[in-house]
């Protein structure tokens, strides 16, 4: 089964960087939000039409060569894009199916080239980074629990990039 959700509208956050003040994540909205379950693990390959690419299992819509998939340590696979809006987005697969289109705020310059990067990956906690619109290099990490610095599963606000 393909599905397709376009990133385009979902959740306008503001740029990465305004005024000095690093924006935190905010969720997608509609259909996306609403995390209709898929039983596909697997992403994909991405392919592209109407000048956006997509991911074959998992639908999307977001600038080519700026996606990134990671396996995490279950052996499920969790993507991060660059949407159309130029946020940062990311989806992954679970047990239980697949989740929808989440944002992760922000705002992404230069997509394409890999502009979206893991900064570095431990288990469930790693980091990945972007380039805001002031030119820096920001990042955003995915905590474990423990000693890590927050709720597992959960993500910090965008930070200046110390990697």
Known sequence: MRTSHALTGLA??????????????QAATGAESRGAALAVSDP??????????HYSNWGG???????LKHKL????????????NKQAYTKWGSGSG???????????TQPGNHSIDMAWA????FAITCKGTDGRAWYKERFNGGNTGG?????????LNKY
């Open 122 to 125: 431990n288990g469930w906690n």
């Open 98 to 108: 697949t989740s929808g289109w989440t944002s992760l705020g922000g705002q992404c």
């Open 44 to 53: 994909g390959t991405t392919y592209q039409s109407g000048g956006w690419c």
């Open 73 to 84: 340590p279950n052996g499920q696979w969790q993507v991060f894009v660059i949407g159309t």
């Open 12 to 25: 306008l956050g503001a740029t990465l960087a305004l005024g000095g003040t690093a924006v935190t994540a």
């Open 61 to 67: 819509s977001f600038y080519c060569d700026s996606q």
């Open 151 to 159: 709720a597992p599963g959960h993500w910090s606000n965008w930070r």
